[in-house]
């Protein structure tokens, strides 16, 4: 009898060992998840409300031509552009751009050469028609505010053709187009093979040719001014 009683008794403290085994069980998850609660919280911030616009004073159009066989590059740029937008302050870069127009006075030609530029202005553009202004605007724009594709619809002896560009925008806010034209396209042979006649010898390699390509290279940029609530 005494055996059995003692088994009884164990019995007893196992089950309030076990009882309050599974209330400190209960106890620390209950803690668990109060301190979960207590350090999870959801930190949420009001999203920026930016708008874009330019600096008209700080837009510039930069290109390179090429001679020689081997191709060898010739600065130049225009000194002034006037940009047309209709948008005024946009939401994004996108919409800043779309339907953006410009106008380059073709006298604004500068190579650092005023006897190249008097050649370029009298020789090439003197050959073309009607581009005592060059002519454009933004057809098709494409991307976020970082990078993105634009089509341009350029307006040069008369003839409208459309010019694909890359832009990108970097930490200073500055937006910059890189592309490449082929002044054929606007059949501008004639204005190219007056230019080369002229500066024949300026053009000539060292393998004896003288050659001015049609392909230009192009880069314009543009401040930008972001102005966030």
């Known amino acids: 009898m005494k055996a059995i009683i003692l088994n009884y008794r164990n019995l007893t403290l196992l089950a309030v060992l076990l009882f309050l085994a599974a209330c400190g069980q209960k106890k620390d998850q209950a803690n668990g998840e109060n301190t979960l609660s207590d350090s999870t ?13 330019y600096d008209s004073s700080e837009v510039t159009i930069s290109w390179t031509a090429y001679k020689f ?11 002034s552009v006037k940009v047309n937008t209709s948008n005024g302050a946009a939401q994004n870069v996108t919409d800043l751009l779309n339907n953006l127009t410009f106008e380059i006075p073709i006298e604004g030609v500068d ?3 005023p006897e190249r530029d008097k050649k370029i202005k009298t020789y090439f553009f003197g050959t073309l028609k009607e581009t005592e202004v060059l002519r454009g605007s933004f057809t098709k724009v494409e991307g976020n505010d970082q990078s993105g594709t634009a089509t341009i619809l350029l307006k040069m002896n008369n003839l409208e053709k459309e010019v694909p560009l890359s832009y990108e925008v970097n930490a200073e806010n500055v937006l910059r187009f890189t592309g490449d034209i082929d002044v054929n396209l ?5 204005a190219i093979n007056a230019l080369n006649e002229v500066c024949k010898d ?7 040719i003288s050659k001015l390509w049609s392909e230009v290279s192009l880069n314009i940029s543009a401040k930008l001014m972001k102005n966030c609530e």
Request: include cysteine; charge should be negative; aromatic fraction near 8%.
């Open 111 to 113: 190579t650092n050469d």
């Open 69 to 79: 066989t081997e191709k060898t590059g010739v600065n130049g740029k225009f000194r």
């Open 186 to 190: 606007w059949e501008g042979m004639a």
């Open 202 to 208: 300026l053009h000539t390699g060292k393998d004896g």
């Open 41 to 53: 919280q959801i930190v949420t911030e009001t999203p920026q409300n930016c708008t874009y616009s």
